[in-house]
């Protein structure tokens, strides 16, 4: 749990302490005001990176040469910890503790956030690689040992594409290697989807929403053949093409959604139900193996909602979350009679 967050010269915010408490934080303010801000920081925090730009340049205040954010935060009922980063146009700097030499995966593992953002359909209805990100990240507190397989099967990867840009006949060298980690990855895939699928048709089911979801999962390659045949039968086409065409690299889980009476697609508030069903269902699969529930992140939690679904999805959040910080134009927009209340104003806290 974060106990405490200072913000300090990232985009608007000049300086801002928050002190948050367990379950429920609301962030309230106009439109341009800040508050995505702070779900940005406790993500640059954790991820190490931006959900709004891959280039530091945007985050860091106008007139100012870089940014810092530090937390505070408790190891489930353990350790505390301070975790500090600080970045300027050219450089970046990581403090855990007092220690430099961090691995992002012992901070992930520290301190895990899950992020829905202010655009929240997007996880169904956008690219590929988004719906990859959210199985990977959930796999990664389930099998711990599934992030080192991913980052072993990109450096091969990587090493292949490298050899089929400059045309270089060796790159059937990574063959073996890509096969045998995208193997790995795709039978986890596999069956963490099966019970994924599961939670959110349970999900689905218990707010009665009238909405159906079918899931279809594309591993990357053809049904009809292994990894091992299709990177055989495609390696002319790969150097032709110059890059690795398939693999667990280009899978999909595609959700296609329906209302169950009439069959019509979707509406965006619906959408928006089943994307908080998903993060919910990752929420109980954690919880129901003793693993740390990270700390969820909300942007805009009640747009394109009704009252109605409004309480469904955060009665659902604050019974499966330990700690939740979410944004909203008003704190009046949500059904909350419990919680911690910031609101601001041109990236400074107001009363």
């Keep these: ?53 891959r280039e530091v340049a945007p985050l860091v205040r106008e007139g100012t040469d870089h940014l810092e954010v530090v937390g505070r935060f408790r190891e489930g009922v353990g350790a505390r ?14 403090r855990l503790d007092g220690r430099t030499k961090v691995k992002r995966s012992e901070i992930l593992g520290l301190l895990p956030v899950q992020l829905v953002g202010a655009d929240a ?84 089911a218990r707010w009665e929403l009238g909405v159906s979801v079918d899931f279809h999962y594309r591993q990357g390659w053809a049904q009809t053949e292994t990894l091992a045949q299709a990177v055989e039968r495609l390696g002319a086409t790969d150097r032709l093409q110059h890059f690795t065409s398939c693999g667990p690299h280009r899978a999909d889980w595609v959700l296609v959604g329906a209302t169950t009476r009439s069959g019509k697609t979707l509406s ?6 089943l994307v908080g069903a998903c993060h919910l269902a990752q929420a109980e699969m954690l919880k129901e193996r003793g693993r740390a529930v990270p700390v969820l992140l909300f942007d805009d939690l009640p747009s394109e909602l009704d009252r109605g679904n409004r309480e469904r999805l955060l009665a659902g959040i604050v019974d499966s979350y330990p700690q939740v910080l979410l944004t909203a134009l008003a704190a009046e927009d949500l059904p909350i009679n419990s919680g911690r209340l910031f609101h601001v104003e041109q990236g400074r806290l107001v009363p």
């Excluded at 974060?2 to 002190?19: G, H, P, Q, T």
């Design 121 to 204: 359909a997007e996880l169904v209805s956008g690219e590929p690689r988004l719906r990859r990100s959210f199985i990977d990240a959930g796999l990664f507190h389930v099998e711990p040992g599934h992030l080192k397989v991913l980052q072993r099967y990109q450096r091969t990867l990587d090493q292949r594409n490298r050899a089929l840009r400059e045309d270089r006949p060796e790159f059937r060298h990574w063959d073996d290697q890509l096969v045998d980690y995208g193997v790995t990855i795709d039978s986890a895939r596999k069956r963490y989807l099966e019970e994924l699928e599961e939670q959110i048709r349970s999900w689905l």
């Design 268 to 273: 965006r508030g619906q959408l928006k139900m």
């Design 81 to 94: 910890h301070v975790l500090g980063t600080r970045r300027s146009r050219s450089d970046s700097l990581v």
């Design 1 to 53: 749990m974060i106990e405490s967050l200072s913000i300090k010269n990232l985009r608007i915010v000049e300086a801002l302490e928050l002190s948050l408490s367990e379950g429920l934080n609301v962030v309230s303010g106009e439109n341009g005001a800040g508050k995505t801000t702070v779900l940005e920081a406790v993500y640059l925090l954790a991820r190490g990176k931006s959900f709004r730009h």
